[in-house]
């Protein structure tokens, strides 16, 4: 694993992710290892000839450049920033570098709202700032429960079972938490066996479809084929059922009225 600081010259962006103003990425690389990575394009605006996965550039100069930017203003930020579009703002080296934490400082500071979208139960080391926040809500995705699937699909990310576990801790420090089910690859993420084990953790929770236009079908067939074989055809032929769809976010919709917690869609891909 290559890791190098780095200065950068921005790092509050305008977004245009559905619900979030801002988006902010401390690092460049994941070394998460989900074979369905999303966000592996960026690897050509990096200059790594490496593969996705296997560098990570540390912004070092993060937190003091945020700084600056938002002591400009002359009035707060006018929306949300989301951590993180394109990395995990909680991946190992986070540990050591503290880059999130610090930039949460900053954001707390200036009084942000703030989303957090992450694989990790690092997030846990970050309640003390979080609790502060006046509007904070924190997610963990996930694409299933079962912590030998997820092995399959995202190696180096936290089991499933740990990143619930870090839901219960938020929520019971009363930070608002969401589930992210992304992404939902039909006849193995189970959305009863989620809702089940989220029920009681989180206040919101969301599906995102496998996006089979996204960079990493080929590994997405090969966790697949290794962990489930007989189940590959099934789906993707289902991911590309829209009845399949639409019955799942009927049956979502009315898991999440009765159970009082928030629902956000399922979010699909054009085909
Ligand atoms: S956590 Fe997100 S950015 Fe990191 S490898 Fe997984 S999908 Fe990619």
């Given at each position: 694993?290559?890791?190098?600081?780095?200065?950068?010259?921005?790092?509050?962006?305008?977004?245009?992710?559905?619900?979030?103003?801002?988006?902010?990425?401390?690092?460049?690389?994941?070394?998460?290892?989900?074979?369905?990575?999303?966000?592996?394009?960026?690897?050509?605006?990096?200059?790594?000839?490496?593969?996705?996965?296997?560098?990570?550039?540390?912004?070092?100069?993060?937190?003091?450049?945020?700084?600056?930017?938002?002591?400009?203003?002359?009035?707060?930020?006018?929306?949300?920033?989301?951590?993180?579009?394109?990395?995990?703002?909680?991946?190992?080296?986070?540990?050591?570098?503290?880059?999130?934490?610090?930039?949460?400082?900053?954001?707390?500071?200036?009084?942000?709202?703030?989303?957090?979208?992450?694989?990790?139960?690092?997030?846990?080391?970050?309640?003390d700032l979080l609790r502060e926040f006046r509007n904070c809500s924190v997610g963990l995705s996930m694409m299933t429960v079962d912590d030998a699937a997820a092995q399959q699909f995202e190696q180096y990310a936290a089991l499933p079972s740990r990143r619930i576990q870090a839901l219960q801790t938020l929520k019971a420090n009363n930070i608002r938490t969401y589930a992210f089910i992304s992404p939902y690859l039909p006849a193995i993420s189970d959305f009863d066996a989620l809702f089940e084990r989220l029920s009681g953790a989180v206040d919101e929770i969301g599906i995102e479809a496998l996006n089979t236009r996204g960079g990493g079908m080929g590994g997405v067939i090969d966790a697949l084929n290794a962990y489930a074989p007989h189940l590959t055809k099934q789906c993707f032929q289902l991911v590309r059922d829209d009845q399949y769809w639409d019955a799942l976010e009927v049956h979502a919709r009315q898991c999440a009225a009765q159970a009082n917690i928030a629902f956000m869609g399922v979010f699909r891909h054009g085909r």
């Open positions: 694993m290559a890791i190098r600081e780095i200065q950068v010259k921005s790092i509050l962006q305008r977004s245009g992710i559905p619900g979030a103003d801002y988006v902010i990425n401390p690092y460049t690389g994941c070394v998460h290892g989900c074979v369905y990575c999303y966000a592996r394009f960026m690897r050509r605006f990096t200059g790594h000839a490496d593969a996705w996965g296997s560098f990570l550039d540390v912004k070092s100069n993060a937190p003091e450049l945020l700084e600056r930017q938002l002591s400009r203003r002359k009035t707060p930020l006018d929306g949300s920033v989301f951590l993180s579009s394109v990395t995990d703002p909680y991946l190992p080296a986070e540990r050591k570098f503290q880059l999130t934490r610090r930039v949460l400082e900053v954001l707390l500071k200036h009084q942000a709202s703030i989303s957090i979208l992450t694989k990790s139960d690092l997030v846990t080391r970050d309640i």
